[in-house]
T-cell receptor, first 111, second 115 residues
């Protein structure tokens, strides 16, 4: 079983739409969670960290449900520039910087 | 401030040949990581260094892969001999320290094609 599972998509949404990605993780001891963004043929870059129940940054909201072991990312008012792959990332074990990446969810925002 | 530097950006070799990738982390970053990313997958950790010490190499295929970070700054990852299945992007990342709260910054990667 993979440490992190996420729907690979693709998600094709019109500009201005709201889109949500979900991700599940298997290790209940994990304490740190992240969403990374990866543009085509580029390196992953940190989008948001999720240390408690959630985090909001402008149009982006990340939520964590420890009981169900899932993390979500909500993007409101989608822009063309949001088109990318969004990687769900979990730190295992707690206290060390060991990142486990999901396969990524590809988003295309259509004009 | 310069980011993580990797070279070469692209490499094409024939199977059974050796290949080496180089990484220079962000200045002052003590922890360095090498990841492998296959097409359509997320990065997977190969090895993690804290200064010059390899603290986690459990996922490194040691029969053909080796890595070093002799002076605790830049690092080299080598494959000898390369196999067709090694075609992937090799990403280097660095962080200030080993704490889970230290952000990992990635380099642009080396795209390896084995023919």
């Amino acid at each position: 079983r993979k440490e992190v599972e996420q729907d690979p998509g693709p998600f094709n949404v019109p500009e201005g739409a709201t889109v949500a990605f979900n991700c599940t993780y298997s290790n209940s001891a994990s304490q740190s969670f992240f969403w990374y963004r990866q543009d085509c043929r580029k390196e992953p870059k940190l989008l948001m960290s999720v240390y408690s129940s959630g985090n909001e940054d402008g149009r982006f909201t990340a939520q964590l449900n420890r009981a169900s072991q899932y993390i979500s990312l909500l993007i409101r008012d989608s822009k063309l520039s949001d088109s990318a792959t969004y990687l769900c990332v979990v730190n295992i074990p707690a206290g060390a910087n060991n990142l486990f990446f999901g396969t990524g969810t590809r988003l295309t925002v259509i004009p | 401030e310069a980011g993580v530097v990797q070279s070469p950006r692209y490499k094409i070799i024939e199977k059974k040949q050796p290949v080496a990738f180089w990484c220079n982390p962000i200045s002052g970053h003590n922890t360095l990581y090498w990841y492998l990313q296959n097409l359509g997958q997320g990065p997977e950790l190969l090895i993690r260094y804290e200064n010059e010490e390899a603290v986690d190499d459990s996922q490194l295929p040691k029969d053909r892969f080796s890595a070093e970070r002799l002076k605790g700054v830049d690092s080299t990852l080598k494959i000898q001999p390369a196999e067709l299945g090694d075609s992937a992007v090799y990403l280097c990342a660095s962080s200030l320290g080993a704490s889970e709260y230290n952000e990992q910054f990635f380099g642009p990667g080396t795209r390896l094609t084995v023919l």
